[in-house]
């Protein structure tokens, strides 16, 4: 799962306000957040401890749309 593209697409939306750009990029992904089966794997090897399953799932609500 491309994590990073979609929090980048995320920081577009949410930091710079471009939305339509953010959804864009977000629609280009070959997967998409919501492909997250909650496994935890990714959250276990953050080195920022970064809620990842829950802001996967704010990243597909936002930009799905």
């Known amino acids: 799962m491309p ?3 979609i ?3 995320m920081n577009y ?3 710079w306000g471009m939305t ?3 959804k864009n ?3 280009k992904l070959d997967v ?3 492909a997250c ?4 794997e990714c959250e276990e090897q953050c080195p920022q401890d970064i ?9 597909h609500a936002a930009l799905s749309e």
Not at 37 to 40: K, Q
Not at 51 to 59: A, G, M, N, T, Y
Request: aromatic content about 6%; glycine content about 4%.
């Open 37 to 40: 089966v909650e496994c935890g």
């Open 7 to 9: 929090f980048e697409a």
């Open 32 to 34: 998409n957040a919501e």
């Open 20 to 22: 339509d750009h953010a």
């Open 3 to 5: 994590i990073p593209k």
């Open 51 to 59: 809620p990842i399953i829950e802001q996967l799932k704010e990243s």
């Open 25 to 27: 990029m977000y629609s």
């Open 13 to 15: 939306h949410r930091v």
